[in-house]
T-cell receptor
Framework: QKEVEQNSGPLSVPEGAIASLNCTYSDRGSQSFFWYRQYSGKSPELIMSIYSNGDKEDGRFTAQLNKASQYVSLLIRDSQPSDSATYLCAADSNYQLIWGAGTKLIIKP | GAGVSQSPSNKVTEKGKDVELRCDPISGHTALYWYRQSLGQGLEFLIYFQGNSAPDKSGLPSDRFSAERTGGSVSTLTIQRTQQEDSAVYLC???????????????FGPGTRLLVL
């Protein structure tokens, strides 16, 4: 059974600090990786996708992929209270995405 | 353009009744996914469509659950003889394409909140 593992949290970070979210995956064949944000009572929305080893930056968000270690991370710089949400990591396995259970992030003003 | 739409947004039903949930994907998206999310839990994969075909139905929790997709567009998820444990949010997502070589970004609808009394 292919798996994606995330720390459920909650992860509490002061406003303005860097939030670091981590994820590991079990399928060595995975090629596509995604970070989604889900606010309470809402559906998931895409934050970033990453396909190659290294870093990918988009505004305050940086995704990092290390295929050798089967590790994906998301960094959020200058964290804002509006970043408080559950962050879902997903990795592809064949035709579908395997989802982590999510990490709850709380940004404290 | 329009995103993924789902109806109804909320459904309250009595135990034993059948319910039908509808998903209208983004135009042009050939891949469609159904997920279930219980309160405070992660996403549970139910079924995937590529076009009108469902290559894998193994995620469906029981034979009370079925899904179909017609015309490569709208999909319906049917739950027969609903049970209280079926209460959850049912999410639909679509993506540009699918297949074993690359999974495209999935875009989610707002979900249907099902409550079985």
């Amino acid at each position: 059974q292919k798996e994606v593992e995330q720390n459920s949290g909650p992860l509490s970070v002061p406003e303005g600090a860097i939030a670091s979210l981590n994820c590991t995956y079990s399928d060595r064949g995975s090629q596509s990786f995604f970070w989604y944000r889900q606010y309470s009572g809402k559906s998931p929305e895409l934050i970033m996708s990453i396909y190659s080893n290294g870093d990918k930056e988009d505004g305050r968000f940086t995704a990092q992929l290390n295929k050798a270690s089967q590790y994906v991370s998301l960094l959020i710089r200058d964290s804002q209270p509006s970043d408080s949400a559950t962050y879902l990591c997903a990795a592809d396995s064949n035709y579908q995405l395997i989802w982590g259970a999510g990490t709850k992030l709380i940004i404290k003003p | 353009g329009a995103g993924v739409s789902q109806s109804p947004s909320n459904k309250v039903t009595e135990k034993g009744k059948d319910v039908e949930l509808r998903c209208d994907p983004i135009s042009g998206h050939t891949a469609l996914y159904w997920y279930r999310q219980s309160l405070g839990q992660g996403l549970e994969f139910l079924i995937y469509f590529q076009g009108n075909s469902a290559p894998d139905k193994s995620g469906l929790p029981s034979d009370r659950f079925s899904a179909e997709r017609t015309g490569g567009s709208v999909s319906t998820l049917t739950i027969q003889r609903t049970q209280q444990e079926d209460s959850a949010v049912y999410l639909c997502a679509s993506s540009l394409g699918g297949g074993p070589k690359k999974v495209e970004t999935q875009y989610f609808g707002p979900g249907t909140r099902l409550l079985v009394l």
